[in-house]
């Protein structure tokens, strides 16, 4: 049995689970949010599996403050000893072509790390200011890093290459790396241990932040995010594909600097540029039935955007045997996944309605015999970055029958 805490650092937020894992089981027995570090009103709240909540309103000027804070919380309440941590592992956005699975962290892959950040400017240095927290306050204890691109490293040369001069990917490294791995890999093992077999799926992780994958026994051959989390389906404030002169066009024409167009292209286009301010789903579904046009437009677009991924993608693996939905909006509305759905019968998709009427649950949504099965598995990234740390540690094998609490 081994204790191993699960960190999720953003700039101004930071998410921690702590998982005690077994062989064959695993349980989660806190689980912590940080919010407004570096900012004004930061507080902490963590809850837990056997013990009432803990909320803490104070100063948490960086990540190594918040991080004591949190092993001060785990001390009084589920640890008699922060000694009984066996490990921490780090959800890290970017691994490059560095990292093609989870590993130890050690000075050199360190070093690779930092490297590799510079390939998130934005979000880059709150991975690393996570890692250098706990090597600070924890030195001996074994740290594991879990890349939300190592998933995708399998996508073939001609799914990763962009058509732009070779040395832009040869010299400055742009190509496809794809994000969401960790979630696309954790409901891909899920949905074969569901159905029995490892085939052709094309799992739809759906949040505010949205990819699709195409999946082969078990594999990435393509994904929908690319060189940034920016690109593929529209998304909740995110525009995905467009036409690449579009920023360089508005820079020119509308006198806008390069930051203010990544900030239009990040944070007030996809569902909300295109409703009008609503990029929640749930408000986006509330508006639609009152007949707001503008909401049944972005609705329309964004179910447009999902099924030519998905035709693209049956085209890349030769036919589907599986569609997968998670994360918020796959997991949870019913709306949307009919409207995709209902767009895929050609596919050999046929939906159960009522099955699909489930929210939040793992369930198998088309009917006995739909030739391709819809699958809804919610998304479990930490558990895989707890697995993956248990792993490497113990350096064994997980077991086949492995459940989660
Ligand atoms: P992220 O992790 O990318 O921030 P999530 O996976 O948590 O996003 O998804 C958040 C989105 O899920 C919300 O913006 C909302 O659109 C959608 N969502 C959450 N709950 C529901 C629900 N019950 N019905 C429909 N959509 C939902």
Known sequence: MEK????????????????????????VIAKGLAERIGLSDSRITITFKDHPPVIRHLPLPDHEVVLKEVLDILQHTVLHDI???????HRLGHGGEFFNRSVII?????????DTMELLPLHGAAFVHGI????????????VAVFDTAFHQTMPKE????????????????????FHGTSHRYVSEMAADILGFNG???????????????????????????????????MGT??????????????????KTADEVNAMMNKESGLFGASGGFSDVR?????????????????????????????????????IDALIFTAGIGENSSFIRKKICDRLGYLGIKLDENANHRRGERAVVSTPDSPVKVLVIPTNEEYIIARDTYDLIANRRRKKSFRVA
């Open 4 to 27: 191993i805490l699960v960190l999720n650092s953003g700039s101004s937020t930071l998410k921690c689970q702590l998982f005690t894992m077994y062989d064959d089981y695993c349980e």
């Open 83 to 89: 000694s009984e941590l066996s490990a921490v592992g």
């Open 106 to 114: 050690d000075e050199q892959v360190m070093q690779k790390i930092n």
């Open 132 to 143: 250098n927290a706990i090597t600070h306050l924890l030195p001996k204890i074994s740290q």
């Open 159 to 178: 799914a990763y290459l962009y058509s732009l001069p070779s040395e832009q990917y040869e010299k400055h490294r742009i190509r496809r790396y794809g």
């Open 200 to 234: 052709r799926f094309i799992s739809c992780h759906l949040g505010n932040g949205a990819s699709v994958t195409a999946i082969r026994d078990g594999q990435s051959v393509d994904t929908s995010m690319g060189f940034t989390p920016a690109a593929g389906i529209m």
């Open 238 to 255: 995110r525009c995905g594909d467009i036409d690449p002169y579009i920023p360089l066009y508005i820079m020119k024409h509308q006198n």
């Open 283 to 319: 408000d986006l579904e509330k508006r639609c039935l009152q007949g707001d046009s503008k909401a049944i437009t972005a609705v329309d677009m964004y179910v447009y955007n999902i099924i030519k991924y998905i035709g693209a993608y049956a085209a890349v693996l030769d036919g």
